[in-house]
């Protein structure tokens, strides 16, 4: 083919995309703008300012600090609890809501289980309630002395434990109340996702198998999580984000206290910018979560690509 045919095809293909944009950018303006102003732009304008010393006093100076916000950051002892806290929550919440929401969704998919349109709802309102309402909930449940509802039945009456608990004065039992909550708050969407998967699975394959003599326990491990892999890879994924974005838990519960020990990422972030005002701080700590929780999605998703579920 010559040079001259390729070219005017080159240029039909342009002015045809060329148009069709014409067409949706009418529809699409308003995004667009609201993206560059509510997220473009805040993103760069924090990068800016993580190097900065930065002031919003009107008219006052931020002088440019360069890399020592961050370097501040490796050396302060509240920094390494709010990495190891962070880390902590995604390490144990991640396996027990992922397993917990696959469990609970094979259980409700069973053909001999009715009202499975009830039991989904009771396991989504957790979701959809605010995290205020369900954080001072735990707050009642796991109080100090024989007065919250956990001491008051190992305590009064079980008498499972010699004297009452205090939860959330200590670091590891606040840090234990801060994971039931989160796994409480968020095993239902799980269950949901893995619910939909599984009555996407065709019924002619479990009764081939069954045709075959496969049993109960062989139809789940060659059928069911072959067949639900890529869901679970995507599962797993959000799992983890929504395990670096731990922050109501801990506000509404701990403060990050006691003595900053139960403090995370997210809530030192906050606690930085609006109650120490040390914005460019703040920033610093902001733009190395951001670039972790890429680096971990973006590593997770390259592997997703390269994978054969089949």
């Given amino acids: 083919m010559s040079e ?57 100076e931020s002088p440019w600090v360069g890399l020592e916000n961050y370097l501040k950051a ?20 991640v396996p027990i809501n992922w ?12 053909n001999f289980i009715k009202f499975k349109i009830t039991f989904r709802t009771l396991y989504y309102v957790p979701i959809i309630t605010s995290w205020i ?24 009456q079980l ?23 989160h796994i409480w708050k968020t095993v239902g969407w799980a269950l949901v996702i893995y619910l939909a998967a599984l009555q996407g699975i065709p019924k002619s394959l479990y009764e081939a198998a069954e045709i075959d003599g496969a049993n109960a326990i062989q139809l789940f491990r060659h059928i069911t999580i072959p067949m639900v892999t890529p ?13 670096f974005n731990i922050f109501p838990q801990v506000y509404f519960v701990t403060g990050g206290g006691p003595m900053h020990q139960t403090e995370v990422l997210q809530s030192m ?22 670039i972790a929780v890429f680096l971990l999605t973006w590593s997770q998703q390259k592997k997703i690509g390269k994978q054969k579920f089949y």
């Fill in 159 to 181: 008498g499972v434990i010699d004297e009452p608990i205090n939860w959330l004065g200590n670091q590891w039992t606040a840090m234990l109340v801060i994971w039931s909550l």
């Fill in 133 to 156: 309402v369900v954080s001072f909930l735990f707050r009642y449940l796991f109080a100090s002395g024989d007065g919250g509802l956990v001491n008051y039945l190992l305590y009064t």
């Fill in 74 to 93: 490796f050396e302060e002892e509240q920094f390494r609890y709010a990495v190891r806290n962070t880390l902590l929550n995604t390490i144990v919440t």
């Fill in 231 to 243: 869901i679970s890879i995507f599962v797993i994924i959000q799992l983890v984000m929504g395990a």
């Fill in 99 to 110: 397993f917990l929401g696959l469990f609970f969704a094979v259980l409700i998919n069973l």
């Fill in 269 to 290: 972030i906050y606690t930085q910018a609006f109650e120490n005002f040390n914005f460019g701080y703040s920033s610093a700590l902001g733009v190395m979560m951001g």
């Fill in 4 to 60: 001259s045919t390729i070219q005017p095809k080159k240029k039909v293909g342009f002015k045809k995309g060329l148009k069709q944009w014409k067409e949706v950018l009418p529809f699409l303006i308003l995004g667009l703008i609201g993206t560059g102003v509510f997220v473009i732009f805040p993103l760069f304008k924090g990068i800016v300012m993580s190097f900065q010393d930065y002031s919003i006093m009107p008219g006052a």
